[in-house]
């Protein structure tokens, strides 16, 4: 476990969730999306706001192949944040490769953090080949225990897929899996706070039983919510920041690009 050290302030935490980054620059999602032409926007932007963040989280599919370029290329894209990076594997991932790849980088990939009176959790429910997610038993325990063991601290918990229905249909089909289990855990550790997640490509703000659930926008282009069919919407890339207070309160938003990107197709 890694201790962050003390903090009088609010906790200042970046997410940012779905990057697609491939081997070399270039459409990567079938629409003209360069992923790495809106990811060095949205850095540019989080460094011109956000001089003070303490952590950056990366809640999954940094790659869209799971190659090792394409994590080389994460690495040095997000070596331009001010801040420890902390990275999770999402469904288009590769999570031995993403970890063997990124070891010894600036770019951590270990499961449990604490500061003062916070606890934060990374959970992996990536299921090789699938578009849908699961936490095999190895992950639910880690939560138990870890929650368990740290009774007094508030908690956020993080994921790449939503742990409820987020209201689009199809994405909502490739959600995780046994969401059950995952509450079965949470609902006995009344110090969690919220729980992050990526994959929706669109904003989730929710609440369960006084769990906040919050999903950021991806670095790259954002899915229309209530689609029944994969749909692209219009809002440009961007990502959430959290305030996490040491009273257990958190407060955060969510920052777009002023546009979105004119998206350049692969060789243009």
């Known amino acids: 476990m890694s ?79 001010p801040c420890p990076v902390h990275c999770l594997p999402g469904n288009h991932d590769d999570t031995d490769l993403m970890e063997d790849t990124l070891a010894g980088s600036h770019l951590h990939c270990g499961k449990i953090l604490s500061q003062d009176d916070w606890l934060i959790v990374l959970l992996n429910s990536a299921v090789p080949e699938e578009s849908h997610g699961r936490l095999e038993d190895t992950e639910l325990d880690l939560l138990e225990e870890s929650l368990s063991r740290h009774p007094s601290r508030h908690a956020l918990v993080c994921l790449h897929h939503p742990v409820v229905p987020v209201g689009t249909p199809w994405m909502d ?33 929710q609440t369960r039983n006084g769990v906040r659930l919050l999903c950021a926008p991806s670095t790259g282009a954002q899915f229309a919510p209530g689609s029944q069919t994969v749909r692209l919407d219009d809002l440009p890339p961007g990502y959430r920041r959290l305030d996490l207070f040491p009273d257990g309160r958190i407060h955060t938003w969510v920052e777009y690009l002023p546009q979105a990107p004119e998206w350049r197709l692969c060789g243009s």
């Open 3 to 81: 201790d962050m050290g003390a903090h009088v302030s609010p906790l200042r935490i970046l997410q940012i969730t779905d990057l697609h980054l491939c081997p070399q620059p270039g459409d990567v999602m079938g629409s003209g999306i360069n992923t790495d032409d809106s990811l060095q926007r949205v850095l540019a932007q989080v460094k011109r706001q956000e001089p003070h963040l303490d952590r950056a989280l990366v809640t999954g599919d940094l790659v869209h192949d799971p190659v090792p370029e394409a994590y080389q290329r994460v690495s040095q894209q997000l070596n331009a944040l």
């Open 173 to 205: 089909r490739i959600g995780l899996r046994n969401a059950d289990d995952f509450w079965g855990v949470i609902d006995q550790h009344d110090k969690v706070r919220a729980v992050i997640f990526g994959h929706a490509h669109q904003v989730v703000d």
